[in-house]
């Protein structure tokens, strides 16, 4: 198993990242290389990625957690999503397809109602919900909240 390094993203590493957000199918709006984390291997190569987004003044996202598919499996994604937690205020939000909501549970994030959303989210959630109807997609989009 090859030894990898958690620590902030580096300039020279933005391509990486956008090029591993686009093959975890990953939402790739917002991502500037100055607020990620990245879990590089020794050779230089970025494995894993995860960032905290703002959306305005007092609203900040988890966001872009991805690891790359030979990776995954090896507590990278825990160690960035705990890492990125201990550095971030509160309360903290995140987005995630209905499947991934058992592991955001792990870390204390809890579902909320579209009441309890910020605007943003619920923008997001609204499209999501018409783009899940034209393509007849059965799983929902979470919005979750970390107190």
């Known amino acids: 198993m ?21 093959e ?12 990620f984390l990245v879990a590089v291997e020794d050779s230089g190569r970025v494995i894993g990625c995860g960032q905290i987004k703002p959306h305005g003044k007092d609203i900040l996202e988890l966001a ?3 690891v790359r598919p030979a990776y995954q499996g090896r507590g990278i994604a825990r160690k960035l999503i705990e890492t990125l937690l201990a550095q971030s205020p509160r ?3 995140l987005m995630c397809m209905e499947h991934n909501g058992p ?3 792990k870390f204390g994030f809890r ?32 919005v979750m909240k970390l107190e």
């Open 64 to 66: 872009s957690i991805a």
């Open 2 to 22: 090859s030894r990898y390094e958690i620590r902030p993203a580096l300039e020279s590493e933005s391509g990486q990242i956008t090029d591993l957000i686009h």
């Open 24 to 35: 975890a199918g990953i939402n790739p709006t917002g991502l500037s290389w100055r607020r």
């Open 111 to 142: 579902k909320i109602k579209y009441g309890a959303m910020p605007k943003y989210f619920q923008r997001i959630w609204k499209l999501f919900g018409a783009a899940k109807a034209l393509r007849q997609v059965e799983e929902n989009l979470l």
């Open 91 to 93: 309360p903290l939000y």
């Open 103 to 105: 592991l955001y549970e």
